[in-house]
């Protein structure tokens, strides 16, 4: 029982996670606050991936609130024969995509990241830094080659790099769910896998 009130407090996790992860991803579509960029697409390709709006953001928030769901479930049901174990391998499965959805917003996020923002320089809008791998973010002089938008470079850098924090810890949190409920499958009480007659 014990492993499944861990359970519940980590789903918990997920729902700040997934919000500040709705909010970073809009807050890309607008930078320095403004507008115009996104109507005149004029923004890096990957926030139109909508790694933190809609995968770390609107799926996880449908994880966390499944999770949660079945946890309760779990602790109310008092019978061995009240489907114990299918709870147990449905939370292995929602776990599980909750790592695959994350796992999508971290790669992303850090291909955005080391691409670098779509800017205006004095040879016009393109990726200025996109044969760099990634250097220009430890040399800041580099930086001026974006006229326009203002100060993108520390804006997409700063964003992006929340984005891949918040993702990884949405991985590691669904990747210890996913060892409790492995670890009730294979060696639990309630063993999907092992009991005859499940499938």
């Known amino acids: ?18 919000l500040w992860s709705i909010i970073v991803n809009i807050l890309l579509y607008f930078p320095n ?5 996104a109507s005149s697409n004029k923004l890096t390709n990957y926030v139109w991936y909508f790694e933190g709006l809609c995968f770390s953001g609107v799926m996880m928030l449908v994880v ?16 061995e024969n009240c489907s114990r174990k299918y709870m147990t391998l449905l939370s292995f499965i929602f776990s599980a995509l909750g790592i695959a959805f994350s796992g999508y917003c971290l790669v992303m996020s850090a291909l955005g990241l080391v691409q670098g923002p779509y800017c205006r320089t004095q040879d016009g ?26 100060h993108v470079v520390e804006w997409n850098a700063i964003l992006f790099s929340i984005l891949i924090t918040l993702s990884g810890l949405q991985v590691i949190v669904c990747l210890i769910r996913v060892v409790i409920q492995l670890s ?4 639990g009480t309630y063993s999907v896998i092992l ?5």
Not at 1 to 18: F, N, Q, T, V, Y
Not at 66 to 75: G, R
Not at 125 to 149: D, I, K, M, Q, V
Not at 195 to 199: A, D, E, R, T, Y
Request: charged share 10%; aromatic share 14%.
């Open 1 to 18: 029982m014990g492993s499944w009130k861990c359970g519940g407090c980590l789903s918990c996790l997920l729902i700040p996670l997934a």
């Open 33 to 37: 606050g403004q507008t115009f960029y």
């Open 64 to 79: 966390a609130a499944v999770l949660l769901v079945l946890d309760n479930k779990y602790k109310c049901c008092q019978s």
């Open 125 to 150: 809008w393109h990726y200025a830094f996109e044969g760099t791998a990634g250097r220009f973010l430890t040399n800041s002089s580099l930086w001026t080659w974006c006229l326009e938008p203002a």
């Open 184 to 187: 009730k499958m294979l060696c």
């Open 195 to 199: 009991q005859p007659g499940i499938i």
